[in-house]
C-alpha cells in the first residue's frame, strides 16, 4: 500500500514568488493535514481538509491556502513568499473521523521549501 | 539534511538499555495522544497512540504511559537499538472531528553503541 506522497520533495524559490505544493494521501483516506516545520518553531499545524472542506485552520497569515480535491488529493499555495516561509511541509493522511477506525494520522516526506 | 531543531533536548542511551522520554502537553481537555520518531530527511512516522480514558498502552517493545493529574506522557522503549536513534514528537489532540495536532518540541535520541 503506497503511504503519503508529497511533490516536489525540493524547492528553491524567489522572495515575492507563489508556490503550489501537492500532497496525495494513502489510498481511501479522505482527511489531509498540512504541517509546518522549521528548526525554531517545530511543527505548527497549518490547515485540514475533509472531502473537499476545510475543517480547520492554524495560525497563519492569508498566504498560506489550501484545497483538497474530490480524489482526496491536496494542495496548498503560499503567495508572496518571504524567507521566513522556508521549511518543511508535511502532509498527513487519515481515514477521517466518523470512519471508526482509528484516528492516527501518517506523514508524507514532506516538501523542502527555500526561499531566497 | 536535517528537518528538525538543532537544539533540542537529547537523551543519550546505550544501545540495549531502555529509554524513557517525556512530554508534558498544554491541554487538559486533550483526549488523544501520540508519539511520533523522525529520522533525518524523513516525516514524522507514527509509533503509538493512548486515549484519554486509558493510563498506559504497549506496542512493540514500546510502551506509552499518560499521566492527566499533572499533563504528562511519557514513551518507553525497550532494549534500545541504533535504527531508534531520531527525534521523538508527542503530539496532543481531541478524537471530536479534527485532526489538528499539536506537537511537543521534540527530543533528540542517540543510541551509543
Known amino acids: 500500500k503506497a503511504g503519503v506522497t508529497q511533490t516536489p520533495r525540493y524547492l528553491i524559490k524567489t522572495r515575492g514568488q507563489q508556490v503550489t505544493l501537492s500532497c496525495s494521501p494513502i489510498?481511501?483516506?479522505?482527511?489531509v493535514s498540512w504541517y509546518q516545520q522549521t528548526p525554531g518553531q517545530g511543527l505548527q499545524f497549518l490547515f485540514e481538509y475533509f472531502s473537499e472542506t476545510q475543517r480547520n485552520k492554524g495560525n497563519f497569515p492569508g498566504r498560506f491556502s489550501g484545497r483538497q480535491f474530490s480524489n482526496s488529493r491536496s494542495e496548498m499555495n503560499v503567495s508572496t513568499l518571504e524567507l521566513g516561509d522556508s521549511a518543511l511541509y508535511l502532509c498527513?493522511?487519515?481515514?477521517?473521523w466518523g470512519q471508526g477506525m482509528g484516528t492516527e494520522a501518517f506523514f508524507g516526506q514532506g516538501t523542502r521549501l527555500t526561499v531566497v | 539534511g536535517e528537518s528538525v531543531g538543532l537544539h533540542l533536548p537529547t537523551l543519550s542511551v546505550q544501545e540495549g538499555d531502555n529509554s524513557i522520554i517525556n512530554c508534558a502537553y498544554s491541554?487538559?481537555?486533550?483526549?488523544?495522544f501520540i508519539w511520533y520518531k523522525q529520522e533525518s530527511g524523513k516525516g514524522p512516522q507514527f509509533i503509538i497512540d493512548i486515549r484519554s480514558n486509558m493510563d498506559k498502552r504497549q506496542g512493540q517493545r514500546v510502551t506509552v504511559l499518560l499521566n492527566k493529574t499533572v499533563k504528562h506522557l511519557s514513551l518507553q522503549i525497550a532494549a534500545t537499538q541504533p535504527g531508534d536513534s531520531a527525534v521523538y514528537f508527542c503530539a496532543e489532540s481531541f478524537t471530536s472531528g479534527t485532526y489538528k495536532y499539536i506537537f511537543g518540541t521534540g527530543t533528540r535520541l542517540k543510541v551509543l553503541a
Open positions: 491541554n487538559s481537555a486533550s483526549d488523544y
Open positions: 498527513a493522511s487519515s481515514l477521517g
Open positions: 489510498s481511501g483516506h479522505r482527511s
